[in-house]
C-alpha cells in the first residue's frame, strides 16, 4: 500500500485566515486509560523478560529433634516481544513551506494528529492484541490464555449471546510491583534513568516517492517506539467478558462485584476500563433499583476503584465460548 499523504485541498483549508485555530475533531481515538497505566523500561532490549512464581515452597511445622524435609519453590520465565508503534511524519516539503504559519509548524500539527492516532492504536492493542487490534502488533489481553475464554478463573461471563455486540470490561492493577500489569517499553540506553521511550524525532528532508512513483522532496520526521505488556501476575486482570445488546446481559453491579472477588486480597485493581455502552448499562441496572425512580448518578468509580471509559474498548468483539 503506498504512503497517503496530505491533500492541497486539506492545506487549505488550515491556511484560511478567517478560521478558528483550534483543533476540532469528530475521531473518537482518545486513550485515557494509558495515563493510569504503570510503564516500565524492557529488561533487554526488545525482548522483555520476567520470571512468574509457580510453585510455592512447602513450610510445615515440626517436632524438636525431630527433621523435615525441604521442598523448594518453584518459578517460569515468560519472553514478551515487543512490537514497533510507527507514527511517523511524511508531507510533502512544498506543501509544508506553504503553510502560514512555517514548515514546522505545520508538521507539529501532523504530528499531534499522528500521535494521538498512536496512542489510541496502543490502547486498544493492549486490550485485544492481534484479536481485534492490529495483527503486526504485540500480544495484548485477548491472547492470554487466562482471558480468551468464557470458563477461564480470571473471567466473569455476562452470559450475552447475541452475535457481534459482544464487549468487555477489563478490571486491572497497574502498579510499579513487577506483580501487577504494566505497559513495556524498549527504552533508550544513553537515557541514565528508566524510560520506554516513545520518540519523536527532528524534521528533515528526504527523497520519498510520490503519487505518481516519481520522486519528490518531503519533510519527514520520525515518531514511535518498541512496546508491549507485561501480566507479572494472572491475578492482576479480570475480565467481564460477552456483555451484550442483549436484554439483563449488560453490566450491572453484580457482575462487578463477582469480578472483584477474584482478585487476591494482597492485590487489588486499580482502574475499571470499559466502553460507554457498558457504563450506560451499569447506571441504568441501578436506576432500577432508585426508591424514588429517579435515574441514578453517572457512575464514576466502584468501591472506590475509578472507572475509566474509554473508545479503545468496542461493542462488537467476538463473543468468548
Known amino acids: 500500500m503506498a504512503d497517503t499523504l496530505t491533500t492541497l485541498a486539506e492545506l487549505i483549508l488550515f491556511n484560511s485566515l478567517d478560521v478558528n485555530p483550534a ?6 481515538n482518545g486513550a485515557p486509560a494509558l495515563s493510569a497505566m504503570h510503564a516500565m523500561q524492557s529488561s533487554n532490549g526488545t525482548l522483555h523478560k520476567y520470571n512468574i512464581e509457580t510453585g510455592a515452597p512447602v513450610v510445615g511445622f515440626r517436632a524438636v529433634n525431630d527433621g523435615a524435609d525441604y521442598t523448594a519453590g518453584s518459578s517460569t520465565q515468560t519472553t514478551v516481544t515487543l512490537k514497533y508503534l510507527d507514527a511517523k511524519v511524511i508531507e510533502d516539503s512544498a506543501e509544508c513551506k506553504a503553510y ?5 509548524a505545520w508538521m507539529d500539527h501532523r504530528t ?5 492516532q498512536a496512542l489510541f492504536t496502543l490502547e486498544k492493542q493492549i ?9 503486526s502488533g504485540f500480544s495484548g489481553i485477548a491472547n492470554d490464555a487466562n482471558y ?19 464487549s468487555s470490561v477489563f478490571l486491572i492493577a497497574s502498579t510499579p510491583d513487577d506483580a501487577g500489569f504494566a505497559l513495556v517499553g524498549a527504552g533508550d540506553p544513553s537515557i541514565t534513568s528508566p524510560n520506554i521511550n516513545f520518540t519523536i524525532g527532528q524534521t528533515f528532508e528526504s527523497l520519498v516517492l510520490g503519487a505518481n512513483s516519481k520522486s519528490m522532496v518531503a519533510m519527514v520526521r520520525d515518531a514511535g517506539g518498541h512496546l508491549g505488556v507485561q501480566v507479572g501476575s494472572k491475578y492482576a486482570i479480570v475480565r467481564i467478558a460477552n456483555l451484550t445488546a442483549d436484554s439483563g446481559k449488560g453490566l450491572t453491579d ?11 486480597s494482597s492485590m487489588q485493581p486499580t482502574m475499571i476500563c470499559m466502553s460507554r455502552r ?11 433499583y432508585s426508591p424514588t425512580g429517579s ?10 476503584v475509578p472507572l475509566i471509559v474509554t473508545d479503545s474498548i468496542i461493542d462488537t468483539e467476538t463473543l468468548l465460548s
Open 127 to 135: 486490550w485485544y492484541g492481534t484479536v481485534h487490534g492490529d495483527a
Open 112 to 116: 499531534a494528529r499522528q500521535l494521538r
Open 100 to 104: 502560514k504559519g512555517g514548515a514546522e
Open 254 to 264: 453484580a457482575l462487578l462485584e463477582d469480578a472483584m472477588a477474584l482478585f487476591p
Open 278 to 288: 457498558s457504563r450506560k448499562q451499569l447506571r441504568k441496572s441501578r436506576t432500577t
Open 148 to 166: 480468551n475464554n468464557s470458563t477461564d478463573g480470571q473471567v466473569v461471563n455476562a452470559g450475552g449471546t447475541t452475535a457481534a455486540t459482544g
Open 295 to 304: 435515574p441514578a448518578p453517572n457512575p464514576v468509580d466502584f468501591d472506590g
Open 23 to 28: 483543533e476540532i475533531t469528530n475521531i473518537l
